[in-house]
């Protein structure tokens, strides 16, 4: 007998009756051909019991047909007595497809709801979208290890964190000169690692919005700039590594991009992940972001001459040393000292903590301490 497929959903039962009946055989008669209670087929046919596997190929040898034959009937019944869920299913699939969903409820950046039209609305408000077909638009230029990756769902979330917490900041406009004068004024917070919590509002004398947000895992940005209508230079900075020359590395190398004003007029955003890195693949404004902070932890100069002097023998002790004539913490010149070394492990003791200092006075999210 050929499989068949029926056009309405009916429990196996009815299809078991007409195969009783073209036999012209009775429920008895069919119980005693398996081996079965009476019983059990009658609760077959009435729609009662499910057709097991067991069941499926005793059936299948009575009639000749495949044990598949009657587990698909029983699935598809099964199937059709689920009851719809108004594509609750698929809607939330795709939710949490496009966007971090879980790290976003646990960050607090958007609240849970049991309503999928409500979670939908949030996402669509947060992501400044009009509805879940559309994508977020973000122009943005990323200096990544694999530059031909575009930005990701992580990097996503957290740029419009970023914009969000800057665009609520109240602070003078933003004046080119007044940043080059904040840029010497930093120059003078660089001997002490709790100096640091000077930063912000330094910065936002200048007219730069300086945000801290942590990154979302697997992000792996280091900081980012943009601008708010093309006159509001935006910094963020994820403090993923939470050393004295890192922290001032990036916010240096960010900081020339607002200098150089890079993707203010075309409104890009530039992501920076492992901000110091040198590649091939360097645009020249991120080359020109890493000299300028590079020069900012040791001036390049002052730099060159010691290496020259002192190499291969760089003691904890000469180090120190010119760390003190310069005026700078040593994690400063050990940071750049492993970078031409590619000694990460070169007095690494030296490159103290900053972060619990920077965030005191910052507008921060994260870190055990999500904003609302």
Not at 109 to 133: P, T
Not at 136 to 165: E, I
Not at 343 to 348: I, V
């Amino acid at each position: 007998m050929n499989a068949r497929v029926p056009a309405e959903v009916f429990p196996p039962g009815e299809f078991l009756r007409e195969e009783l009946e073209a036999r012209e055989w009775s429920q008895q008669e069919l119980a005693d051909i398996l081996g079965r209670p009476p019983r059990l087929v009658s609760e077959l046919i009435s729609g009662k019991r499910a057709v097991t596997p067991e069941t499926a190929r005793g059936l299948a040898d009575a009639f000749g047909t495949s044990a598949e034959y009657w587990m698909s009937l029983e699935s598809q019944y099964q199937l059709s007595k689920v009851k719809s869920t108004d594509n609750q299913v698929a809607r939330k699939a795709r939710l949490y497809g496009k966007f971090p969903v879980r790290e976003m409820f646990r960050r607090g950046w958007i609240q849970a709801s049991e309503s999928i039209e409500v979670l939908e609305q949030r996402f669509c408000e947060f992501f400044d979208i009009n509805g879940m077909d559309d994508q977020p638009v973000l122009t943005h230029y990323a200096k990544k290890t694999d530059v031909t990756m575009d930005v990701n769902p992580l990097q996503l979330a957290w740029l419009y964190r970023v914009r969000s917490m800057a665009t609520q900041q109240v602070i003078p406009a933003y004046s080119r000169p007044k940043l080059v004068n904040a840029v010497e004024k930093l120059r003078t917070l660089l001997l002490a690692p709790e100096e640091a919590r000077h930063v912000p509002r330094i910065l936002a004398e200048a007219g730069v919005r300086l945000v801290f947000v942590e990154s979302i895992s697997g992000s792996r940005i280091d900081g980012a700039c943009f601008w708010l209508n093309e006159d509001k230079p935006v910094i963020g900075m994820t403090l993923r590594y939470d050393r004295i020359d890192n922290f001032w590395f990036v916010l240096r190398h960010e900081i020339e991009h607002v200098l150089q004003e890079d993707g203010r007029i075309n409104g890009e955003h530039i992501i920076d992940s492992d901000v110091g890195a040198e590649t091939e693949a360097l645009s020249e404004c991120e080359k020109r972001a890493n000299a300028a902070g590079a020069d900012f932890c040791v001036p390049s100069g002052q730099l060159e001459n010691f290496v020259a002097r002192v190499q291969p023998y760089f003691s904890e002790q000469k180090v120190l040393a010119f760390a003190q004539r310069l005026n700078l913490h040593p994690g400063l010149v050990v940071g750049q000292l492993q970078r031409r070394l590619n000694r990460h492990d070169f007095l690494r003791k030296h490159q103290v903590k900053v972060r619990t200092h920077v965030l005191l006075s910052g507008d921060a999210d994260g870190w055990g301490t999500f904003s609302e």
